[in-house]
């Protein structure tokens, strides 16, 4: 059965859609079968991902509305092992077009019962916002990966985010847990990225991914090529870190 991972964190800039996109690519290039589902109207894990968002005839947006199945908005990207669910700024009005919509809570969940058991791993990239679509994705994953920006306010808002993760497992989804935490744009020149580091350490309660994701100038560069930096820089430091935490990832397998 395949294991759900939302990629959650409400504050924007913290490297959500990079890890997304990579962990993605990783956990494909390490032979499991991905389906990577994007929530969030920007559409970038799926530009990411080299596939047009302005090109769709359907996204996860027509699915949420129920005109269309699942199969029909799946999308084979041009890496192996990896499929996407895209989106696009329609998504953007999601929130009003279902308001209402009983249950609407769980429509990604009903949805992805049909197709779960094809993967290894069900990756879903959250909006930066504690909204519906994020909702949505929590009440279908199995666990919640933090990504963490290695910078002064980095603990702002993550207690309101736990709190969230708290509520979901209570009224939504009893087997919500969390994944864990990834430190990503780490500088290793600052000692102000060590701070932080130690910092959430000491504060939180949870699993803390020993991979540290650098900032990394091919990381930055390989989404505006549409391709993740294992394919873009397969010898970038920036590659070497997300393949090192998708076997992270993997080992964490229950």
């Known amino acids: 059965m395949g294991r759900i991972i939302a990629i959650a964190n409400q504050k924007g800039g913290v490297g959500k859609t990079t890890t997304a996109i ?7 290039e390490a032979g499991k079968k991905v389906l990577t589902i994007d929530t969030d109207p920007q559409g970038n894990t799926t530009s990411g991902l080299g596939v047009d968002k302005n090109e769709l005839e359907n996204t996860i947006y027509e699915l949420l509305l129920d005109e269309c199945t699942i199969n029909q908005c799946l999308v084979k990207t041009d890496i192996d092992n990896l499929w996407l669910i895209p989106s696009n700024v329609n998504l953007a009005g999601a929130e009003i077009d279902l308001l209402d919509v ?4 769980y429509i990604l969940r009903n949805s992805l019962d049909y197709i779960k058991d094809d993967y290894d791993f069900i990756l879903i990239d959250c909006p930066p916002s504690l909204n519906m679509l994020t909702v949505n994705a929590m009440a ?3 666990t919640i990966l933090v990504p963490i920006q290695c910078e002064y ?42 701070q932080v580091v ?20 091919r990381l930055a560069e390989a989404p505006s090529h549409g391709l993740p930096i294992n394919i873009y820089d397969p010898k970038s430091v920036g590659a070497e870190s997300y393949r090192n935490l998708a076997q992270e990832v993997i080992n964490r397998e229950v």
């Open 198 to 217: 130690e910092n959430v350490k000491k504060n939180l309660n949870t699993t803390i991914y020993k991979t540290i994701i650098p900032r990394n100038v």
């Open 22 to 28: 990579n962990l993605s690519a990783c956990l494909a």
């Open 102 to 105: 009983k249950d609407k809570q």
């Open 153 to 194: 306010y980095a603990l702002e808002g993550l207690s309101q985010l736990l709190n969230t993760i708290d509520l979901v497992h209570e009224r939504l989804n009893e087997h919500l847990t969390m994944e864990g935490v990834v430190f990503t744009m780490y500088d290793a020149r600052t000692n102000l990225s060590l």
């Open 140 to 142: 279908t994953a199995d």
